[in-house]
């Protein structure tokens, strides 16, 4: 048990500490364009940003098994997750179902995703080949594209999302697709 003396030291000591001035020179590390550019994976509804690379839903599938399809199920239709396919057309029914094929306007903001964030247990470390390919897996999957369907910094683009209108934008320039 900690006798009051005891309390008392710990508290003068705990604010001298607080009260010392810090240095920022001494925090951390100085940030260089490389380490920005590993941060700096902005991509567009209009394709800015999309990296070299291509995939299709064919190549993507064998990606998908190994990263995604713990979380997804084995054809990205349930998993603890949750499905990314099905739900065409029923946003404004009673019980609508929010998938990538239902409710995501541009292909190339689930690149974005997928990109930034997944797989779960190590996001970022998808070559961007595997990306496009994993991304062509979903598309394909909601039955957007076709098997062989090339994916890349061009095609994605050009994808056509079921919902792509679904939404409105409130910006005051918004961007051009």
């Known amino acids: 048990m900690f006798m009051p003396r005891t309390l008392i030291r710990i508290a003068v000591v705990a604010s001298i500490l607080i009260a010392l001035p810090v240095n920022a020179q001494d925090l951390g ?5 490389d380490d920005l550019a590993l941060w700096d994976l902005t991509t ?3 394709g800015t940003g999309l990296p070299p690379g291509s995939g299709t839903a064919r190549t993507g599938q ?3 098994s190994e990263n995604c399809a713990a979380c997804h199920g084995a054809k ?7 499905s990314l396919v099905g739900g065409i057309g029923s946003l404004t029914s009673a019980a609508p179902v929010k998938t990538v094929g239902s409710y995501w306007p541009y292909a190339t903001s689930l690149f974005d995703y997928v990109r930034r964030a997944m797989p ?3 996001p970022g470390s998808l070559s961007d080949d595997e990306l496009y390919a994993v991304v062509a897996y979903i598309l394909n999957r909601n039955e957007i594209i076709d098997d062989d ?6 095609s994605l683009k050009d994808v ?3 919902n792509r209108n679904g939404f409105v934008s409130y910006w005051p320039s ?3 697709n």
């Open 29 to 33: 590390q100085q940030v260089t364009e």
């Open 62 to 64: 064998s990606v998908w």
């Open 44 to 46: 567009e509804s209009n």
């Open 120 to 122: 779960y247990q190590d």
């Open 160 to 162: 056509k999302m079921p």
């Open 149 to 154: 369907a090339v994916m890349n910094a061009k």
């Open 174 to 176: 918004p961007l051009k």
């Open 76 to 82: 990205a239709d349930g998993g603890p997750a949750g």
